[in-house]
């Protein structure tokens, strides 16, 4: 049974800083591809994509956030990581972990974890 577990989230305030963790079980981490995405508070069910590493070392952000956050791995921890630095407030909201499934098949989604920020 493959589960995700994100934790980390909470009240930070503008310019603040939060790491996020996503602690997996079920999959082959070392080279199973990780995803963060967020729901923003006010835009809708819709997940955007935040950072990914592809579990080949190579990673990919959204525009928005690049420069600022940053995305990593223990893979002896089966734990991949969010390094948010210069949050904004409309960056509040829900931040998912994935991780990318067998082919044909859906990705694993964690149950997320709440980013709210404010003063």
């Known amino acids: 049974q493959v589960q995700l577990v994100e934790s980390g989230g909470g009240l930070v305030h503008p310019g603040g800083s939060a790491r996020l963790s996503c602690v997996t079980s079920g999959i082959t981490f070392s080279s199973n591809a990780m995803g963060w995405y967020r729901q923003r508070q006010g835009l809708g069910p819709q997940r955007e994509f935040v950072?990914?590493?592809?579990?080949?070392?190579?990673?990919k952000y959204a525009d928005s956030v690049k420069g600022r956050f940053t995305i990593s791995r223990d893979n002896a921890k089966s734990t991949v990581y969010l390094q948010m630095n210069s949050l904004k407030p409309e960056e509040t909201g829900v931040y998912y972990c994935?991780?990318?499934?067998?082919?044909?098949?859906?990705?694993?989604w964690g149950q997320g974890t709440q980013v709210t920020v404010s003063s």
């Open positions: 950072a990914g590493e592809m579990g080949d070392g190579s990673t």
């Open positions: 994935a991780a990318e499934g067998p082919p044909g098949a859906g990705d694993y």
